[in-house]
């Protein structure tokens, strides 16, 4: 017998491993947010108490990580240093929604004023933890190349990352988040107006809408997507056997 492409990847397989991988990033979110809430929470509880209770934020969560998204893109493309900047000021607007509960530009703007004065020292932290974060990833990937496929590679490092370099970023920048909060106490009552970062979230968002007009490659450049992932998955539980004929 013969088992060719067409039968892997009919439509309905397809659309079978789309929508799983939607789950599995719907779930990978929920994740994150629930480690997050632990890590913030000053209560030791159960692990599906902070999925439970985090349920709830994953709206918010979602806003915010989008505003970040804009809010860099509209600072990159402006020159790279003005995005660099912004990132960095608004890097703890998820912890500053756990801990306050402010959200939205109210919770970047507040990440900014903890930030203001402590840019440096925040950057510094941020490059050590990727270059650290990048080594482990590299020399797990090595080790792993040796003997197994590329596709399979790509999904343990996957699981790899979300089991320990996540939870070790998460911990590593809710510290520093902890200590840089401790020096400017009074951020947490300002009164902020939240209109310029309101302003430059717009304008990513207009770049975003008008760039696929502009380029060639269109918003293949701009947009995360999970088909390649996708495809991966289905070779992965197929076997690398894609495209190869048996007789």
């Known amino acids: ?10 439509p309905a397989v397809f659309f079978l491993v789309v929508l799983t991988s939607v789950f599995v990033l719907f779930l990978q979110i ?10 913030m929470s000053d209560k ?24 970040f998204y804009f809010v860099g893109l509209a600072g990159s493309t402006f020159f790279v240093l003005p995005g660099i900047y912004f990132l960095v000021s ?25 930030v203001r004065g402590n840019w440096w020292g925040v950057c510094f932290h941020i490059a050590f933890v990727i270059l650290l974060g990048a080594a482990f ?14 596709f399979s590679v790509k999904i343990i490092m996957n699981f790899i990352s979300w089991l320990f370099l996540y939870p070790f970023g998460l911990l590593y920048f809710f510290h520093l988040f902890t200590a840089i909060r401790s020096r400017k106490p009074w951020v947490r009552e300002e009164f902020i107006h939240n209109h310029f970062f309101a302003l430059v979230a717009f304008a ?10 502009l380029t060639l490659r269109g918003a293949s450049k701009f947009f995360p997507t999970f088909y390649p992932d996708a495809l991966d998955l289905q070779k992965f539980f197929s076997f690398g056997l894609t495209g190869q004929t048996t007789s």
Do not use: H
């Not at 017998?1 to 009919?10: A, I």
């Open 1 to 10: 017998s013969r088992l060719t492409p067409g039968v892997l990847f009919s």
């Open 30 to 39: 929920w994740g994150g947010i629930a480690l997050l809430y632990a890590v």
């Open 44 to 67: 030791a509880e159960p692990f599906w108490v902070s999925y439970a209770k985090s349920f709830s934020k994953i709206g918010s969560y979602l806003w915010i990580l989008i505003l």
């Open 90 to 114: 608004i890097l703890f607007a998820l912890f500053v929604f756990f801990d306050e509960g402010v959200k939205g530009t109210t919770a970047l703007q507040r990440s900014f004023s903890y």
């Open 137 to 150: 990833f590299i020399l797990c990937r090595t080790l792993l190349s040796t003997f197994l496929p590329l």
């Open 204 to 213: 990513g968002f207009v770049i975003f809408a008008v760039m696929p007009f």
